[in-house]
């Protein structure tokens, strides 16, 4: 066991959380319950008004978190709703920790999760420490359909990708964006909480709830200079809720922020051709306008699939808004074909 520095934790768990009250209780537990107690808590309440769709109250779940575990947990809560990225920059700047580690509120860690990642964090001192994940539906039925089961073996091979060992420099970078030898989620990781600042710093204010972590992980995984992968399992990943589960979207809110991703590409490419074409190459251009155009062909699925038939003329018509009407078209076309 490490004892505990004078000057702050070593690990900020940030926990993020918009109408995810129902599994904030799970998340927190699986916090408190660690054996390695070297962390501080940090929720962001993204404007979550207290309570979600099922009359959980926030303040009422920290309250009694608190009181079981005799520890406080920082709160901030932001007037109105500015996304996951927003949600995510609050808790990291707020942060008093050396590494931070991102939680879903609807996921929870591994038991022994912190004892592994700070272990390895101490021995390598690495600017990102990476471990693998269990996925899961938080359904009670006692089988998983067919379609899920695929769901979930798909999602499996692109969480659980991750480089066993050391990678240095450019290697993080390039082994990312280029290679794909490890996966660009920020849950199932410590990042050094210098690093991650760095990283924000480059991304303006943008409400961003879909693929923030590809965003976010550009740039951390450019700054870093050593990372190290761990064989072992960290983290339990819930595919049941979320604005990505595959459920029905009925408003065209909902479906605007699945639409609003392509200001991430935007964003990007216009970083690496304009803004700082020195620090990247063609082979880095070329790697994000294909990530792109995998989103809208995503955003497509999903528009075909879980879009509620009242709004398909509407979410249809913002979907080109946001992506282009021809950049849709030119896309819809190769997926026919």
Same mark, same amino acid.
Request: hydrophobic share 35%.
């Given at each position: 066991?490490?004892?505990?520095?004078?000057?702050?934790?070593?690990?900020?768990?940030?926990?993020?959380?918009?109408?995810?009250?129902?599994?904030?209780?799970?998340?927190?537990?699986?916090?408190?319950?660690?054996?390695?107690?070297?962390?501080?808590?940090?929720?962001?309440?993204? #404007?979550? %008004?207290?309570?979600?769709?099922?009359?959980?109250? !926030?303040? $009422?779940?920290?309250?009694? @978190? /608190?009181?079981?575990?005799?520890?406080?947990?920082?709160?901030?809560?932001?007037?109105?709703?500015?996304?996951?990225?927003?949600?995510?920059?609050?808790?990291?700047?707020?942060?008093?920790?050396?590494?931070?580690?991102?939680?879903?509120?609807?996921?929870?860690?591994?038991?022994?999760?912190?004892?592994?990642?700070?272990?390895?964090?101490?021995?390598?001192?690495?600017?990102?420490?990476?471990?693998?994940?269990?996925?899961?539906?938080?359904?009670?039925?006692?089988?998983?359909?067919?379609?899920?089961?695929?769901?979930?073996?798909?999602?499996?091979?692109?969480?659980?990708?991750?480089?066993?060992?050391?990678?240095?420099?450019?290697?993080?970078?390039?082994?990312?964006?280029? #290679?794909? %030898?490890?996966?660009?989620?920020?849950?199932?990781? !410590?990042? $050094?909480?210098?690093?991650? @600042? /760095?990283?924000?710093?480059?991304?303006?204010?943008?409400?961003?709830?879909?693929?923030?972590?590809?965003?976010?992980?550009?740039?951390?995984?450019?700054?870093?200079?050593?990372?190290?992968?761990?064989?072992?399992?960290?983290?339990?990943?819930?595919?049941?809720?979320?604005?990505?589960?595959?459920?029905?979207?009925?408003?065209?809110?909902?479906?605007?922020?699945?639409?609003?991703?392509?200001?991430?590409?935007?964003?990007?490419?216009?970083?690496?051709?304009?803004?700082?074409?020195?620090?990247?190459?063609?082979?880095?251009?070329?790697?994000?306008?294909?990530?792109?155009?995998?989103?809208?062909?995503?955003?497509?699925?999903?528009?075909?699939?879980?879009?509620?038939?009242?709004?398909?003329?509407?979410?249809?018509?913002?979907?080109?808004?946001?992506?282009?009407?021809?950049?849709?078209?030119?896309?819809?076309?190769?997926?026919?074909?």
């Amino acid at each position: 066991m490490f004892l505990k520095k004078k000057n702050g934790p070593f690990i900020t768990i940030c926990i993020p959380v918009f109408q995810t009250e129902k599994y904030l209780s799970r998340c927190l537990e699986s916090v408190f319950s660690q054996d390695y107690q070297d962390f501080e808590i940090i929720v962001v309440n993204d #404007n979550s %008004n207290g309570f979600d769709d099922y009359g959980n109250d !926030l303040k $009422k779940i920290i309250k009694s @978190i /608190e009181k079981k575990y005799n520890k406080k947990i920082t709160v901030f809560s932001h007037e109105k709703n500015k996304g996951l990225l927003e949600a995510r920059r609050t808790a990291v700047y707020a942060a008093k920790g050396k590494y931070i580690c991102i939680l879903d509120s609807d996921d929870f860690l591994e038991q022994n999760a912190l004892l592994t990642l700070s272990e390895a964090a101490q021995k390598t001192n690495a600017d990102i420490i990476h471990g693998k994940a269990n996925l899961f539906f938080d359904e009670t039925e006692n089988e998983i359909s067919d379609k899920k089961q695929k769901m979930m073996e798909n999602k499996q091979r692109v969480v659980n990708n991750i480089y066993d060992g050391t990678l240095q420099n450019n290697q993080i970078f390039d082994g990312f964006l280029l #290679n794909n %030898n490890h996966c660009g989620f920020l849950w199932g990781k !410590l990042i $050094k909480k210098d690093i991650y @600042i /760095e990283a924000l710093s480059k991304i303006p204010p943008m409400h961003c709830t879909m693929n923030e972590d590809l965003l976010q992980y550009f740039f951390i995984s450019y700054y870093a200079e050593s990372y190290f992968g761990i064989d072992k399992k960290i983290y339990n990943y819930s595919l049941s809720s979320g604005i990505s589960s595959r459920t029905i979207i009925n408003s065209l809110e909902k479906w605007e922020k699945i639409c609003s991703t392509s200001s991430i590409f935007t964003f990007l490419i216009d970083e690496i051709q304009n803004e700082n074409p020195q620090n990247y190459s063609k082979l880095h251009l070329e790697a994000i306008r294909i990530e792109c155009i995998k989103r809208l062909k995503n955003n497509l699925l999903q528009y075909e699939s879980v879009v509620a038939p009242e709004i398909q003329k509407e979410a249809y018509e913002m979907l080109c808004d946001y992506w282009g009407e021809d950049f849709v078209k030119k896309v819809e076309k190769s997926v026919s074909e």
